[in-house]
């Protein structure tokens, strides 16, 4: 196992760590260890994204073709005189 040593911590960051740790019922190195593990510990990228999913889930059941309505010019802003 590997070791580190953290130089210039911050007495109120040391406070706060003891007492979550104290909380957790745990040490203060292992409380440190847990923080740690938490932070670095990496979530798989889905493999593809939501809208892929989606579009393969529902691809079997054909596409539908949606009319549009036309574009109509944009209305004056409404005056509060």
């Not at 953290?6 to 740790?21: C, G, M």
């Not at 593990?37 to 889930?57: D, F, M, N, S, W």
């Amino acid at each position: 196992m590997a070791s580190i040593t953290i130089r210039k911590l911050d007495d109120e960051v040391k406070a706060r760590l003891r007492l979550r740790a104290a909380a957790n019922g745990r040490s203060m190195e292992e409380e440190a260890r847990v923080i740690l593990r938490l932070a670095v510990r990496q979530e798989e990228p889905p493999a593809k994204g939501l809208g892929t999913a989606l579009h393969e889930l529902f691809k079997p059941f054909g596409g539908v073709e949606l009319e549009l309505p036309p574009r109509e010019p944009m209305r004056n802003p409404p005056t509060f005189d």
